[in-house]
């Protein structure tokens, strides 16, 4: 599998990109100029891809966009203790909005990052970032109420 992610602030050159022992490069590719690429609807000026996935802080540090070549599907479960939003994927994983301050359907539309929940646990802590390649698709809830 390739795992593709988009330079959107300057062309790919040395120094620019993660250079990591857990992924190795397999290609790169610049455009002439920054244009719109579809798949991420955004300009950017060119791309690279890996072998495996970025790490999250990989990706936001040489401001990358991944291309998602994958789709979890959530339901909303409720509120933690601590006021985080919870989700579950198809798979019986949870997943949480840390952001507690914005309205749900604001850090949904935002697309915020989501994190693993320690143990698996409803109240777990937050753990590990959702993978940028991972596209978070939210189900609806036919008349479920906040807490």
Same mark, same amino acid.
């Given at each position: ?13 040395? /120094? %620019? ?6 992924? =190795?490069?397999l &290609?790169?590719? +610049?455009?002439?100029?920054?244009e719109?690429?579809k798949?991420? !609807?955004?300009?950017?000026w060119g791309w690279? &891809?890996?072998d495996?996935p970025? %790490?999250?802080? !990989?990706v936001? +540090?040489y401001e ?13 479960? %409720?509120?933690?203790s601590w006021g985080r939003?919870?989700?579950? !994927?198809e798979?019986g ?7 507690? $301050?914005?309205?749900? =359907? $604001? $850090? &949904?539309e ?5 994190n693993s929940? $320690? /143990? +698996?646990?409803? !109240? /777990? &802590?937050?753990?590990c ?6 596209r ?6 036919? %008349?479920?109420?906040?807490e």
């Open positions: 599998m390739r795992y593709r992610y988009y330079s959107t602030q300057r062309p790919v050159m040395p /120094g %620019g990109y993660p250079k990591t022992k857990y992924s =190795e490069v &290609e790169i590719h +610049n455009f002439d100029h920054k719109y690429v798949e991420i !609807d955004r300009q950017a690279i &891809e890996y495996k970025l %790490g999250h802080f !990989d936001i +540090n990358l966009t991944a291309v998602k070549i994958a789709t979890l599907h959530l339901k909303y479960l %409720g509120r933690d939003y919870v989700y579950e !994927d798979n994983k949870l997943w949480k909005h840390t952001d507690c $301050c914005s309205p749900r =359907e $604001c $850090c &949904e935002r697309g915020d990052t989501l929940a $320690c /143990g +698996n646990e409803f !109240d /777990g &802590e937050p753990d970032f959702m993978g940028a390649h991972i978070a698709e939210y189900l609806s809830e036919e %008349g479920k109420q906040d």
